[in-house]
């Protein structure tokens, strides 16, 4: 059950990725982006993977050690749980960065290789949109675009 929650996790998040990053002037990729619940599957299946291993993983949790929780990581269930966690934190963070990148009208030509770089290493992509970030600022008033 463990590799089938590992092997879900994912797609179910792909499908708003791929709307943030390929088609993100459709109206709809808007709309259903807006809503955080977007982030509810995986998160979904990181409960159900932790909630069974808790007493395995709060200790080493609660009182982190390297070498803890490289042995909880380490696990099948730990790795999957784990694995879970990224996806959904990623794709909220992706799901911010897409939002306010709108909101601040900066072009999708620039904001999807900088998604598609959140999936893979999410604080490399966090840290290069902040720092785009800082030279931009939203454009007050004006209702954010919906189609190119």
Do not use: N
Request: proline share 10%.
């Amino acid at each position: 059950m463990t590799e089938l929650f590992f092997d879900i996790t994912f797609w179910f998040a792909a499908p708003f990725w791929a709307l943030m990053i390929l088609a993100p002037k459709w109206r709809r990729t808007g709309a259903i982006v807006a809503s955080p619940l977007v982030c509810l599957p995986p998160l979904i299946v990181y409960a159900a993977l932790v909630v069974p291993e808790f007493a395995t993983l709060a200790p080493a949790l609660a009182d982190p050690e390297l070498s803890g929780l490289r042995a909880v990581l380490g696990s099948s269930a730990g790795a999957a749980a784990a694995w879970a966690h990224f996806v959904a934190f990623d794709l909220f963070l992706g799901r911010w960065i897409f939002l306010d990148s709108r909101t601040r009208r900066l072009p999708s030509l620039l904001i999807s290789p900088l998604l598609a770089l959140t999936i893979l290493f999410a604080p490399l992509g966090a840290l290069l949109y902040l720092l785009i970030r800082l030279t931009t600022t939203p454009a007050p008033g004006r209702p954010v675009p919906t189609e190119a």
